[in-house]
């Protein structure tokens, strides 16, 4: 395998997602491919379905929005053929959307943001003024839509979603076992 291989980014906040999303892999390369000079990060190589995924991850202590730029941009440089780069861990202030307990979000599932006709579907929170004690999350922002690709599978695994077997209940339980130990 090498650097043009790998078509999709992978980008872990935390340790527990890094194992996650080890997990997932249908198969993962062994091989280790050099980065270009300028690149700390550290990576594992796989496969999901036909997709080559190098999975990087934060430095660990570091969190919040400058450090994942500076992973991201240099997972970039060294896989210079990524279509994409997914940032793919806590969302931290996805709502509870409706009262039906069945219809809330769980450890686990997987959020795309949705966009509608005035709002690109991603808002931009950071933690702003103290509230009782507390820092109450600011809106500071609104970012672009997820691309036409994305948008496009998961209206597909919507429409699928329920009339035939999934992986997915393997890949949990696999989780599962990984981060146990």
């Not at 979000?105 to 709002?119: K, M, Q």
Request: net charge negative; hydrophobic share 35%; charged share 15%.
């Amino acid at each position: 395998m090498a650097h043009q291989d790998y078509t999709i980014g992978w980008i872990c906040v935390v340790e527990p997602e890094l194992i996650a999303a080890r997990a997932v892999l249908d198969h993962t390369n062994e091989e280790k491919l050099p980065t270009v000079d300028g690149d700390s990060n550290s990576y594992t190589f796989g496969q999901i379905g036909r997709h080559n995924v190098v999975i990087a991850s934060l430095p660990s202590g570091t969190y919040g929005t400058n450090p994942a730029a500076v992973v991201a941009t240099q997972m970039a440089r060294s896989f210079p053929d990524l279509r994409f780069v997914l940032l793919v861990g806590i969302g931290g202030g996805v709502p509870q959307m409706t009262s039906d307990p069945d219809d809330d979000i769980h450890l686990g599932d997987v959020v795309v943001s949705n966009p509608t006709y005035h709002l690109g579907g991603v808002i931009q929170y950071d933690l702003g003024k103290m509230h009782q004690g507390a820092p109450r999350p600011t809106q500071i922002g609104t970012l672009n839509k997820p691309p036409g690709l994305i948008r496009t599978a998961v209206a597909s695994l919507r429409a699928s979603h329920g009339f035939k077997s999934s992986p997915l209940e393997e890949h949990l339980v696999k989780m599962a076992q990984q981060y146990r130990g």
